[in-house]
């Protein structure tokens, strides 16, 4: 291999940061090939030893295989994801199969896993301490879980379908990123945009001029079924048009079209937990997860379902009223339909609240909310601070570097700060590891979140909405998660722990986003600098559980999709030409088939759960905020904003990862058992006394 390529070696920038700057397209994939025959290597090693399994020459040396493989894929996973082209995107492509070969001559390694076996056998035996011994333990559930105990036969057809599946998933994902730049919407005349600021219709010239359309607009479609511009235009056929174009992905024909990549998913996931014992794909998932069982999941969305489509109905009649009393006589009067309801719920907010996001967004300017917002509650939480450094290289000129600093002033972490929608960019926010904690490694966090706020035009500020100021707090959380990480194992690093857990600490953290004391201390003027007027705040606050109803709804009917496709036996999948017909008998068999309020994501590009790691798990979100009210009521209840309840937090939650049962370590954090109640009152889903 030439030297020239930085993947094939450590990288020499602190805590391994990724040297960008030398980093090129045609590294991957030389460099994948290398780590996958690195790794395998080294498992032959473990495998064929001659001297009876132990912790040390099993467990342990299997912890520390694969890091060349490891650091590759990390770097090409979050590069592709955040800032991806056409090379990255065929690299993607010839790998995934690839990748999940390798994975399975791992897992069905019959050698490698009688070593695993003989220890799971002594772990009584071996004193082992209470991490030590888990990993033991969940090292040989995964290789069951993955077919270790199937006959050969049965092997070489999960073999196949696992890479059938990779595949699928990457054509999935692929179709989704560049259907979204495909379905930009483009308007010849500047009044059909009527309702944005001037500096969005600007930025919606320039999208057209960047796409070939001189002296045209273009609104460009994030990944949600809602579109964010639709709150703002009155012209009720562009409102619409951009709604059809939003659903329409996928769905409509064409070479993006995901209809057949949805069914196959479906069905071979199907087969694959058919095949391991499993009576669906979602039964497989939630063996896994703090929920345990499909049976529990589905009940606790369809208590749910019932309030929260009724208030939505109770939504929709007082946006109907606004509606008819607006076009009262007329003959174009127009019965709610779900392009109208984001401008029209905001009409209702401000006639009850007496205020718009116009009037809030100049108080939420980015900057301000990152520094003395969002670092200034960890530093009160936590003690550490943050340095942003200028001497690191970026992948994107707007990307941020910042140094995580402990108390005492010693290096913690990295963090990287990736705020602006792209193209190149995949839709939503997240966030990803460059680097994971580990004692045995020696790693230490390097850590990045990534959100899709809209980039202004040059010179001009970035305003966000209350909800963008929610979501940068939620994916802090996500990183802290990562940064707090005090493990031995890679294993159990940061987020790895079952996926309805893992966004419980970061819904602890947005509640920071309201905290008085850390509302005043952000919550100013871009140019003025005065704080937010009081009775604005109020209003604002009190505004949170206003459109409740259609934002529950939204999501449950999207997590309901979820349960209902990988909830199938194998030959219950429908084919492509019947995946809509599915979808809509699905909603309706759930009650969720209210038709002014859509799924947030439709199954062809349902991003989360066809192309990510959520499928049969995106309940996750609502099931972890559960717990989330929870320990917003324990925070209130104990102090609030203080060190001394950061640190426990940090110690109880943040740094244990994936070492322990996960509401294990919430009931030692709260001291007692979770509850729904929080969550129904908090949602306005509590039922009337």
């Known amino acids: 291999m030439p030297t020239a390529n930085p993947l094939l070696a450590p990288s020499p920038l602190p805590l391994g940061y990724p040297p960008f700057d030398r980093i090129k397209d045609e590294h991957f994939a030389p460099a994948f090939d290398l780590g996958m025959a690195e790794q395998l290597s080294e498992v032959a090693a473990i495998a064929g030893h001659t001297e009876p399994a132990t912790f040390e020459n099993t467990l342990l040396a299997l912890e520390r295989s694969g890091q060349l493989l490891g650091r590759v894929s990390r770097v090409f996973s979050n590069l592709n994801g955040c800032h991806t082209n056409p090379t990255l995107q065929a690299v993607e492509k010839s790998f995934a199969p690839k990748l999940a070969a390798h994975r399975d001559a791992i897992l069905l390694n019959a050698a490698l896993f009688t070593r695993i076996a003989a220890l799971q056998a002594l772990r009584a035996s071996l004193a082992l301490d209470p991490e030590s011994d888990r990993l033991i333990d969940e090292t040989y559930k995964s290789f069951v879980r993955a077919g270790a105990q199937l006959s050969g036969t049965d092997q070489e057809k999960l073999r196949a379908l696992n890479a059938a599946i990779a595949t699928a998933e990457t054509a999935f994902s692929q179709n989704v990123l560049k259907e979204r730049t495909a379905s930009t919407v483009t308007f010849a005349d500047r009044a059909e945009l009527a309702g944005l600021s001037d500096s969005e219709i600007t930025a919606a010239a320039e999208l057209a001029r960047a796409l070939g359309h001189v002296g045209q607009f273009a609104v460009a479609i994030v990944n949600t079924t809602d579109q964010p ?154 003690g550490i601070s943050f340095v942003e450094r200028h001497d690191l290289p970026v992948y994107e000129p707007s990307v941020r570097v910042f140094d995580v600093l402990e108390a005492d002033g010693s290096l913690l972490a990295l963090f990287l700060f990736d705020p602006y929608a792209r193209p190149s960019k995949n839709g939503g926010a997240w966030m990803n590891e460059y680097e994971s904690q580990s004692r045995l490694l020696g790693a230490r966090p390097v850590i990045g979140n990534h959100l899709n706020i809209p980039q202004p035009p040059a010179g001009e500020p970035t305003l966000l909405t209350f909800d963008e100021v929610r979501t940068l707090f939620h994916e802090f959380g996500h990183a802290l998660h990562g940064i707090f990480s005090a493990v031995n194992y890679p294993r159990f690093s940061g987020t790895n722990v079952p996926s309805d857990f893992v966004e419980f600490p970061s819904q602890v953290i947005e509640m920071w986003a309201v905290w008085p004391e850390v509302l005043r201390n952000y919550a100013k003027h871009h140019r003025s600098g005065e704080p937010i007027p009081a009775e604005l705040l109020t209003k604002v606050l009190e505004a949170r559980k206003f459109n409740q109803g259609h934002a529950t709804t939204e999501y449950l009917a999207a997590a309901l999709l979820d349960l209902a496709w990988h909830g199938l036996p194998p030959a219950e999948v429908p084919n492509a030409d019947d995946v809509n017909t599915f979808e809509a008998a699905a909603l309706k068999r759930v009650g969720l088939d209210f038709a002014p309020v859509l799924p947030r994501y439709r199954s062809t590009y349902f991003s989360h759960v066809f192309g990510g790691g959520y499928s049969a798990s995106y309940y996750s979100y609502i099931w972890a905020e559960v717990l989330d009210a929870v320990a917003v009521d324990w ?55």
């Open 635 to 689: 925070f209130k209840q104990n102090g609030g904003l203080s060190r001394a309840n950061g640190d426990r937090l940090r110690e109880f939650i943040l740094a244990r990862g994936g070492t322990s049962d996960a509401l294990g370590l919430f009931r030692d954090f709260i001291g007692g058992e979770p509850a729904i109640e929080p969550l129904l009152e908090r949602r306005g889903l509590a039922p009337t006394p």
């Open 229 to 382: 511009p639709l709150a703002s235009l009155t012209h009720r056929p562009t409102r619409e048009r951009i709604s059809r174009a939003s659903l329409a992905r996928g769905s409509r024909g064409g070479e993006f079209d995901n209809r057949a990549q949805v069914s196959a998913l479906a069905r071979l996931r199907a087969q694959r937990a058919a095949l391991l014992g499993y009576a669906t794909h979602a039964d497989y998932v939630l063996e896994e997860q703090t929920a345990k069982n499909v049976a529990a999941a589905t009940a606790f969305l369809a208590r749910l379902a019932p309030p929260a489509v009724a208030n939505a109905r109770r939504e929709a009649a007082e946006i109907q009223q606004l509606i008819d009393a607006e076009f009262h006589g007329r003959p174009d009067r127009f019965e709610v339909a779900a392009w109208d309801w984001a401008l029209y719920s905001e009409r209702v907010r401000t006639a009850r609240f007496a205020f718009d996001e116009s009037q809030v967004k100049p108080y939420f300017e980015l900057n301000r909310v990152l520094v003395d917002g969002l670092y200034f509650s960890a530093t009160k939480l936590f």
